[in-house]
């Protein structure tokens, strides 16, 4: 079985910084992209930032410049160093993850449960 978990989200002021982790354990052969979106109520989910498991990056345009995808390979995990912040990102952010599992040896889209950023002054 394999889980997502995140962590670092929270309440910061217009300007501020948070960094998101988000660590996959459980029956794990191999990570492939990884990835970070996020859902406000009454809109679709939207892919914020997204990392293969060479390091290539994207971005929403929106958050080009101010936030930053990265990931430990060695971990199982992968973050995202968000700066600048603004109210118009606040939302829930879910981590994913395209996951080979052991056994069976299955190829599986997995998510994180998600965590609230609100970003107020």
């Known amino acids: 079985q394999v889980q997502l978990v995140e962590s670092g989200g929270g309440l910061v002021q217009p300007g501020g910084s948070l960094r998101l982790s988000c660590a996959a354990s459980?029956?794990?052969?191999?990570?492939?992209?990884m990835g970070w979106y996020r859902q406000t109520p009454g809109k679709q989910r939207e892919l914020v930032a997204a990392?293969?498991?060479?390091?290539?990056?994207n971005y929403l345009d929106s958050v080009k410049g101010r936030f930053t995808i990265s990931r430990d390979n060695a971990k199982n995990t992968v973050y995202l160093q968000m700066n600048s912040l603004k109210p118009e990102d606040t939302a829930v952010y879910y981590c994913?993850?395209?996951?080979?599992?052991?056994?069976?040896?299955?190829?599986?889209?997995?998510w994180g449960q998600g965590t609230q950023v609100t970003v107020s002054s």
């Open positions: 994913n993850a395209d996951i080979l599992a052991i056994a069976p040896p299955q190829l599986g889209d997995y």
């Open positions: 459980g029956n794990i052969f191999s990570i492939y992209a």
């Open positions: 990392i293969t498991s060479g390091g290539s990056t």
